[in-house]
């Protein structure tokens, strides 16, 4: 029996959901290594960043559930979006007043196990408004890299904060925007509150029977091994950017987003006019010949390389989401987005956050890292991802589960 359409909420109030909700991601994110190197804290950054696969692990699949079966998907981002603002807060008190790096790892654990699960129930969110995701979905998140962007901007323009933890308090404040925001959106009752309950389902774990099915098996899989190079972009991109003289990296790395919004907004077009395999493996392949370019390692390359950031993140991971949303029963929406982020945030960023920490202290020497060394070994990995998938994906058939 088809679910009832849920009220509806304007297109206006869904982009500004996920504007809002992309700029204190991008504000805290890009610039995480520049401000914890000068904070002295550069050794903890591959640790930082683990802590959010390891929330991812926990966290996605929980919430998931929850606000599939218990709890209106709007109630529980705003209760996040809180916990967010304070937990942020509290990880730049960590290092503000020199605590020790358990301090400061347990902060970031608290931080990450409230965090993670925002974009996928965002996203969900938003699904959950539309008729025709395919159409509809990626002008909207096209917002979403607005806002990214624009937290970049403020970081490096306005508040002149990229080495400074003043840029993770703005994020914080920012987060208590999103919860604000959130009262705007109708409380939209869980899509399949009726269904008898085990702990496997209270956990989200029932999700796992969507690997079932080869495609979707294969789609996840992908972005998962996607993420173990992709992770190394913002992190060390930024650091390399520094080296070559750059001042406002989080401003400059925001020009991945140009192209990011470009092909947001043409990816109904290239979903309905060529086959989705082919649309997903061009933008692994993008991933290769960015990656080949940071590893010429001059300023030009690099700046080429990050402008194709955006068809490499987009072709792939928003395709994907659509995806789920068209073929995937609307019941599991938001267990499968948030599979999706177990995936890539856990496995996928999990393996490339401690593989990139270990791969940079090994191309390093004397303080100075070889970046040519650095990249080739990410243009490799992300080369096999591009064959697995290659050979792996078939595409045939629109079953859902």
């Known amino acids: ?30 610039p995480l290594a520049t401000v914890f190197k000068a904070q002295d804290r550069a050794h903890l950054v591959p640790y930082v960043l683990a802590t959010m696969s390891i929330a991812a692990f926990i966290s996605p699949l929980f919430t998931g559930a929850l606000a599939d079966q218990r709890m209106a998907p ?54 959950s408004q539309l008729q025709d995701a395919k159409r509809q979905f990626g002008p909207l998140r ?20 990229d080495e400074s ?24 009752p869980p899509t399949d509150s009726g269904s008898p309950r085990s702990w496997w389902q209270i956990l989200g774990l029932d999700a796992l029977t969507l690997l079932r099915h080869r495609d979707h098996r294969i789609v996840f899989i992908t972005a998962a091994l996607y993420c173990v190079p992709l992770a190394a972009f913002y992190p060390y991109t930024a650091l390399q950017l520094k080296d070559l003289g750059v001042q406002n990296v989080s401003a400059t790395l925001s020009l991945a987003q140009t192209t990011e919004i470009l092909v947001m907004l043409l990816l109904a077009g290239l979903m309905t ?24 390692d001059t300023l030009p390359a690099v700046l080429v390389g990050t402008i194709l950031h955006g068809f ?16 995937i029963d609307p019941k599991w929406r938001v ?31 004397d303080g100075r890292t070889d970046w ?27 079953s859902v589960r």
Not at 151 to 161: E, Q
Not at 346 to 361: A, E, I, K
Request: proline share 3%; hydrophobic share 55%; charged share 10%.
């Open 1 to 30: 029996m088809p679910l009832p359409r849920p009220p509806q909420t304007s297109s206006r109030k869904l982009a500004a959901l996920f504007f809002v909700t992309a700029m204190p991601m991008g504000m805290w994110g890009v």
């Open 74 to 127: 709007v109630r529980l981002l705003r209760w996040l979006a809180i916990l967010t603002s304070i937990t942020l807060a509290l990880t730049c008190t960590a290092l503000k007043w020199h605590l020790s790096d358990t301090a400061v790892l347990i902060s970031a654990q608290i931080q990450a196990l409230v965090s993670t699960p925002v974009w996928s129930l965002a996203s969900s969110i938003v699904f």
């Open 142 to 161: 096209a917002f979403a890299t607005g806002g990214w962007m624009a937290g970049c901007w403020i970081i490096s323009f306005v508040l002149h904060a």
């Open 165 to 188: 933890l003043t840029g993770g308090y703005a994020a914080s404040a920012m987060w208590m925007v999103v919860a604000a925001l959130t009262l705007l959106i109708p409380a939209i």
């Open 273 to 296: 006019r060529f086959r989705l395999k082919w649309v997903f493996l061009s933008g692994i392949l993008i991933c290769v010949i960015r990656y080949a370019l940071n590893a010429v």
């Open 312 to 327: 490499a993140f987009t072709l792939y991971f928003i395709t994907t989401q659509i995806y789920l949303e068209e073929r």
């Open 335 to 365: 267990r499968a987005q948030s599979l999706l982020a177990l995936l890539m945030s856990g496995f996928g960023n999990l393996l490339g956050y401690l593989g990139g920490g270990w791969w940079h202290d090994a191309s390093t020497r």
């Open 372 to 398: 040519q060394l650095f990249w080739t070994g990410e243009t490799a990995l992300a080369a096999v991802v591009c064959l697995f998938f290659a050979f792996a994906y078939h595409g045939r058939g629109k």
